[in-house]
């Protein structure tokens, strides 16, 4: 191999690009670009965490990469099982800041819930990761990371698994990244991962959800909804108060559908909140006409969530007027609630707030004196 005068402007993270971006890189150092394609494999399909192991480049490039460029990958900093058999990993990032991802087996698939954000800036009621306030977004690199720890510690790189982008943050409110990850999860000389095997779930930002659209990579939908009015939805999801739910329910009639797909809502149901009979008739008649399934969770109660957990008579009253109405209509079984891994449960806590996180807790804590926090009044 000729000598290689190593100059860069900044400092490369190879797990954060995507291949074409690899292979630009490559280029510049006036590099074979089919070095990218191995470097990336080594990376994603195999999940090497190290230079020294991409065994099929020489020994003085594997040398010169180490030194110029890094790989970085999460730390595993906590692994919580569940007796249902889910288990929540604690992921310490570069920067030390720390996310939580979490596996769920037989749904029927295997699922990974990965993160997009460090906390979450929606700020929804009943979620406990809105109570951490926004602290960063992930690159693509670190959402993409998620999945490659998930798949070598479960033994699950040769096996077949969902994606759900759901976990700690709002998708739609990172996009750029966001897109970039899947990008980089379907890319066949990667994970290889199908766009039908990736769900996005989003509250319903507009005009990201329209831009998402238009993406050609656009991945399964979900959208968290969980009122069917704006009197509800606007005290539970502050986002509503920009984006009503009638907007948010015509980007849906509008959204282009592959064959066979269809947009998943995903409600909680929250005892004397938004769990009434005219409640589900309310959104059967909303999701009239839109190619839907509702997935209903019940409220995964946890203390500093000011609500309770509807009777199962609720919640199957509540089912049962959805599917007279011709809904599809699911259940959700709650997993991983004794290791506080089920939606809307995660939370990590004690790492150091960021400036707008400190602000923004300024701001709730202002508000909360002048209106005390308190359930809302039952539904009609």
């Not at 992921?91 to 749904?107: K, N, R, Y």
């Not at 066979?260 to 769990?275: H, K, Q």
């Not at 008649?285 to 946890?302: R, T």
Request: proline fraction near 6%.
């Amino acid at each position: 191999m000729r000598h290689i005068v190593w100059r860069f402007d900044h400092e490369i993270n190879v797990a954060g690009l995507e291949r074409p971006e690899l292979a630009i890189a490559f280029g510049r150092l006036g590099l074979e670009r089919f070095r990218a394609d191995q470097v990336f494999r080594w990376i994603h399909r195999h999940g090497v965490t190290s230079f020294d192991v991409m065994t099929d480049l020489s020994q003085e490039l594997r040398t010169n990469l180490a030194s110029a460029w890094t790989l970085t990958t999460p730390k595993v900093a906590g692994r919580d099982r569940s007796v249902d058999g889910t288990e929540k990993f604690l992921l310490q990032l570069a920067d030390g800041h720390e996310i939580e991802s979490v596996f769920i087996p037989d749904t029927p698939a295997m699922t990974f819930c990965v993160s997009t954000q460090v906390g979450c800036a929606m700020a929804c009621r009943f979620c406990l990761t809105g109570k951490m306030g926004l602290v960063r977004h992930l690159t693509a690199g670190e959402s993409v990371s998620q999945v490659r720890v998930l798949a070598g510690a479960l033994d699950m790189r040769d096996k077949p698994f969902n994606i759900v982008l759901t976990r700690m943050g709002e998708p739609l409110h990172n996009y750029d990244e966001t897109m970039k990850a899947v990008r980089m999860l379907i890319d066949a000389q990667g994970l290889d991962v199908s766009t039908r095997r990736i769900t996005l779930s989003t509250v319903g930002l507009l005009p990201a959800l329209e831009r998402l659209a238009r993406d050609p990579r656009m991945p399964n939908l979900a959208i968290s909804l969980h009122a069917p009015t704006d009197a509800i939805r606007g005290e539970l999801v502050p986002v509503n108060r920009k984006y009503g739910v009638a907007e948010v329910i015509r980007a849906c009639r509008r959204f282009p559908l592959k064959r066979r797909s269809r947009i998943t809502f995903e409600y909680v149901l929250l005892a004397g909140v938004n769990d009434s009979t005219e409640d589900a008739r309310r959104l059967a008649k909303l999701l009239a006409g839109i190619k839907s399934k509702v997935n209903l969770i019940p409220l995964n109660a946890a203390p500093g969530i000011p609500f309770e957990r509807p009777s199962d008579e609720a919640i199957n009253r509540f089912a049962q007027v959805l599917a007279d109405h011709h809904l599809t209509v699911s259940v959700r079984k709650s997993r991983g609630r004794d290791i506080r891994a089920a939606c809307g449960q995660l939370i990590v806590e004690g790492q150091k707030p960021s400036a707008g996180q400190r602000l923004a807790r300024l701001a709730f804590t202002e508000s909360r004196r002048a209106a005390p926090l308190r359930p809302l009044s039952p539904s009609p």
